[in-house]
């Protein structure tokens, strides 16, 4: 169990994928910067590559599709929504 609050995506912050994570594999495809991966018992997010989707869609693609609701925002990434805007950016530059 988790004990990470539930935020908006308004207080901008990276995402983590928590241990309820049943390895599904239906996040790792939907992100566009493929900050998702396999970890060694679950899925994680790379908090350098993850923008929520900002650049992309409106709202992060993996908490959409996640059937156990375990994707969360990160407390300890956090980031502003020019931040994460820059990131985008500069991933999006570098492919």
Known sequence: ???FKTLSVSESMSLLITDECINCD???PECPNEAIT???E???INA???TQCVGHYDEPQCQQVCPVDCILIDPNNPETETQLKAKYEKITASK
């Open 26 to 28: 239906v996040c790792e």
């Open 38 to 40: 396999q970890g060694d």
């Open 42 to 44: 679950i899925y994680e």
């Open 48 to 50: 350098d590559l993850c």
């Open 1 to 3: 169990m988790h004990d």
